[in-house]
């Protein structure tokens, strides 16, 4: 049963760190979200790719937030420095068609 | 105003009820439609997707309006097991941009 996975599942971190959360897409999916969810906001799209090229980052704060994807095999979302704002579940997703996508579990980020 | 609303609830029902919930979008170059199901501290996943003649799946029927730019979800006969949050998704047209409401949330009472 193929799944998106995150690590870490959890992160507590003190304000001014750098952040990385990662992500393994499904094996063959070529579009991968990443998504941030708040209590007030949400679900929010960050940025997404498409065969690994970025498509869309205007979700996303640009001067402490960075996405990439060194290979099919990872995405990574990177916050520096972090902020206590920034305290959220961060939900990497991976699709093959426009039509589905399949999250992973996510991250749970607290920045004190 | 948010480009995707939904009633945030909760919504409790009594097991066996029917209940509906709507969501409103304001971007005419909507393209694709959605529900997700999201169960507490999980991730969402897809429920349905929407076709503008409508369509059914089990005791879950959406409909779609594009006239009036709003999406609806019927559950029929609810189980404890649909307590959860339903999200309205909308897809842009030309885009891969998901917009996701911030939810439904559903209560089936035993």
């Known amino acids: 049963d193929a799944r998106v996975t995150q690590t870490p599942r959890h992160k507590v971190t003190e304000m001014g760190q750098e952040v990385t959360m990662r992500c393994q897409p499904i094996?063959?999916?070529?579009?991968v979200f990443w998504y941030r969810q708040t209590m007030m906001q949400g679900l929010e799209l960050l940025a997404y790719f498409r065969n690994r090229a970025p498509l869309d980052d205007s979700g996303m704060p640009k001067d402490r937030f960075s996405a990439e994807m060194p290979d099919a095999t990872l995405a990574t979302l990177k916050i520096q420095p972090s902020e206590p704002r920034d305290s959220a579940v961060y939900f990497c997703?991976?699709?093959?068609?426009?039509?589905?996508?399949?999250f992973g579990p996510g991250t749970r980020l607290t920045v004190t | 105003r948010k480009e995707v609303e939904q009633d945030p609830g909760p919504f409790n029902v009594p097991e066996g009820a029917t209940v509906a919930f709507n969501c409103t979008y304001s971007?005419?170059?909507?393209?694709?439609f959605f529900w997700y199901r999201q169960d507490c501290r999980k991730e969402p996943k897809l429920l349905m997707s929407?076709?503008?003649s409508g369509n059914e799946d089990g005791r879950f029927t959406a409909q779609l309006n594009r006239a009036s730019q709003y999406i609806s979800l019927l559950i029929r006969d609810s189980k404890l097991s649909d307590s959860a949050t339903y999200l309205c998704?909308?897809?842009?047209?030309?885009?891969?941009?998901?917009?996701f409401g911030t939810g439904t949330r559903l209560k089936v009472l035993a």
């Open positions: 998704v909308v897809l842009l047209s030309g885009t891969y941009k998901y917009i």
């Open positions: 971007n005419s170059a909507s393209q694709s």
């Open positions: 094996l063959g999916h070529n579009t």
């Open positions: 997703a991976s699709g093959l068609s426009s039509y589905e996508q399949y």
């Open positions: 929407v076709y503008s």
